[in-house]
């Protein structure tokens, strides 16, 4: 791996060129707030951070509606006269991978719904207004696919549906693409998955009549590996495969690991247990929105992803999931007059188009992912998840992740100037905490989780949330924080990280 000197030049531009395998190095003069804005003031996307609406501290201590709404009311009846001029400063908000911040966009989307929907009634289901961001409800989902291709690199649109939520798109997928025998009938999952994603496949081969004890295969980090021992090497991973290359019917593992914010190499992985006789499904509810993804290239059987977390639709929002297109096929079989096409649980909403309101008993699914629908779905939903793309639509995945190799970098580079000068004595810190993501950006997205020293979680909590910064806390001794590059600046991982060295060494 290359390096790459982040100096004072046009860095985002210069990483669009550079990106693989370069690692950011940054000079001595970068601990000063003087450098992170010099970096702001040449991050080519700081215009996208306009785009959301970023909480100020005294937003954040609402404790009832007031019909105030930060950066979109610009009068308030209880402004600052008596208050804390801090108040008014915008919370640094790195919880994106928990929920994403809101984008100005949903506000609109939303109200152009509502004013379609209280105008023109039902009619809304195939008319759209002029002027208005939305298509017909019933072209929005569609809409939200071609707006998500580039996103997860699907070929086209038809790979994707936009559906439900993320465990149930898991378990839909899952009906149709794990399909145990009696000699294949193992999940391959990573030792300690999201529990959602633990329960989907838990319940899974018990629906199917197996026993999870004897079917679902944790993958452990080697022991060998050193310790905190959370990284999940890609050398395991594939000898977990070559170890049950001939049981295993489906490899499911997240794009991105909740905890650590490993970042896997799915191209690799899905080419070798597939050349095994496996299916592969990836999670990507960390991965996308984060980090480039070539699902079709990749040849990627199925995935699935949340939207609320780096996409920004809201808490709860609709879901997306992807089919590769190998999978999608309908075809008309003349010797039995039938449709021939995947197996898979079936609803109104997957039936082609053309014939979906004949209300006949015919299933002739819609090819491609969409035939995998079940229901109408919310348009509200909809909506705000049409929002929340069309910025991902402002810019491209290439340069939101070349800056946010460099921002995640940075927030590196501080936390371990903090590690450095209490190793060296000059001040009375200890080593508080450790970085448990790995240190390698190609195996990371923007998330960074850092292990505190047992006991120091209540007070860093404190301290942070005192200051305006909004993180995650995982119990006992974790912090995960994410410099998501869509919206946080390269001031706010200099302010968090002076926060949290007064917290750690309080
Ligand atoms: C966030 C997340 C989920 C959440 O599932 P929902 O069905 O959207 O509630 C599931 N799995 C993983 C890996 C996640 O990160």
Not at 122 to 139: C, E, I, M, R
Not at 196 to 224: K, L
Not at 327 to 347: I, K, Y
């Amino acid at each position: 791996m290359g390096e790459l000197q982040v100096d004072k030049t046009e860095f985002t531009t210069k990483l669009k060129t550079l990106l693989a395998g370069e690692t950011p190095v940054f000079p001595s003069e970068a601990t000063t707030l003087e450098y992170a804005q010099t970096l702001d003031a040449q991050d080519e996307l700081r215009h996208l951070r306009d785009q959301f609406i970023i909480p100020t501290r005294r937003f954040i201590k609402k404790k009832a509606l007031d019909g105030t709404i930060p950066g979109v009311t610009t009068t308030t009846t209880n402004g600052t006269v008596n208050g804390n001029a801090d108040d008014d400063t915008p919370v640094v908000y790195f919880v994106g991978n928990s929920l994403g911040a809101q984008p100005k966009a949903v506000r609109r989307h939303l109200e152009a719904h509502l004013e379609t929907w209280a105008s023109i009634g039902v009619n809304g289901h195939f008319n759209a207004l002029s002027n208005s961001p939305l298509t017909s409800w019933q072209d929005l989902a569609a809409d939200c696919a071609l707006k998500s291709t580039n996103l997860v690199g699907a070929a086209s649109p038809s790979e994707i549906v936009i559906m439900n939520s993320l465990t149930t798109n898991l378990h839909l997928l899952m009906a149709s693409f794990y399909r145990p025998t009696a000699t294949r009938h193992k999940i391959l999952l990573e030792w300690r998955p999201f529990p959602s994603d633990w329960y989907a496949i838990q319940s899974q081969i018990s629906w199917h009549g197996f026993d999870p004890e004897t079917s679902m295969v944790e993958i452990q980090p080697s022991s060998s590996s050193s310790s905190p021992n959370l990284y999940l090497p890609t050398s395991a991973i594939l000898a977990a495969i070559d170890a049950h290359a001939d049981s295993a019917a489906l490899l499911l593992l997240p794009g991105i690991q909740y905890y650590t914010g490993q970042l896997f190499d799915m191209r690799r992985i899905t080419a070798y247990a597939q050349a095994r006789g496996i299916v592969v499904g990836w999670d990507l509810a960390h991965a996308a929105g984060n980090v480039e993804l070539a699902l079709h290239d990749w040849n990627v059987d199925f995935a699935v992803w949340c939207t609320y977390k780096y996409i920004n639709a809201g808490p709860g929002a609709i879901a997306g999931a992807f089919i590769h297109s190998r999978h999608g096929g309908v075809e008309f079989d003349h010797a039995t007059n039938r449709h021939v096409f995947r197996p898979r649980l079936s609803g109104w909403y997957g039936n082609d188009k053309s014939v979906r309101f004949n209300m006949d008993k015919t299933f002739q699914p819609t090819p491609g992912a969409a035939g995998f629908q079940l229901s109408n779905p919310s348009a509200v939903d909809l909506a705000s998840l049409s929002a929340a793309l069309s910025v991902f639509n402002m810019t491209d995945m290439a340069a939101l992740r070349a800056k946010s190799v460099v921002i995640t970098a940075y927030a590196e580079f501080l936390l371990d100037e903090l590690l450095a000068a209490a190793a060296a004595g000059e001040t009375e810190e200890k080593p508080a905490f450790s970085i448990i993501t790995p240190r390698n950006p190609a195996e990371r997205g923007a998330q960074l989780s850092i292990l505190l020293w047992a006991g120091l979680l209540e007070r860093v909590s404190k301290a942070l949330a005192e200051e305006g910064i909004m993180f995650d806390a995982r119990k006992p001794d974790v912090i995960r924080i994410a410099p998501v590059p869509m919206y946080c600046t390269f001031e706010d991982v200099w302010r968090f990280v002076e926060v949290f060295r007064g917290a750690i060494s309080a």
